[in-house]
């Protein structure tokens, strides 16, 4: 059964650092594009980011790009968004999405505030 699941979602302050965690079943990161989404109260679903190769190629929306990074392990078949300098915009629930059907995990929420 192919399965995302996404964690490390939280509360962070302004400038903070947060890293979500994409778990895969059911299919191997290494052989599928994989989509880091978000989505803010009251907005459509946003493209962050996207990894090839469990994060081995990424590319990032202009919004985060110099702030957010992949990296992936393929023993653990997870990939992780690392965020850093996190501010209020950025409060939105994280989805992962990717593998065969294109899945979509249950989301992760970021909430940034001080």
């Known amino acids: 059964q192919v399965q995302l699941v996404e964690s490390g979602g939280g509360l962070v302050q302004p400038g903070g650092s947060l890293t979500l965690s994409c778990v895969a079943s059911?299919?191997?990161?290494?052989?599928?594009?994989v989509r880091w989404f978000r989505q803010s109260p009251g907005k459509q679903r946003e493209l962050v980011a996207y990894s090839t190769d469990t994060g081995r190629d990424t590319i990032f929306a202009d919004s985060v790009k110099g702030r957010f990074t992949i990296s992936g392990d393929n023993d653990k078949n997870t990939l992780y968004l690392e965020m850093n300098n996190l501010q209020s915009e950025t409060t939105a629930v994280y989805f992962c999405?990717?593998?065969?059907?294109?899945?979509w995990g249950q989301g992760t929420q970021v909430n940034v505030s001080s």
């Open positions: 059911g299919f191997s990161l290494s052989w599928y594009t």
């Open positions: 999405n990717g593998g065969p059907g294109d899945s």
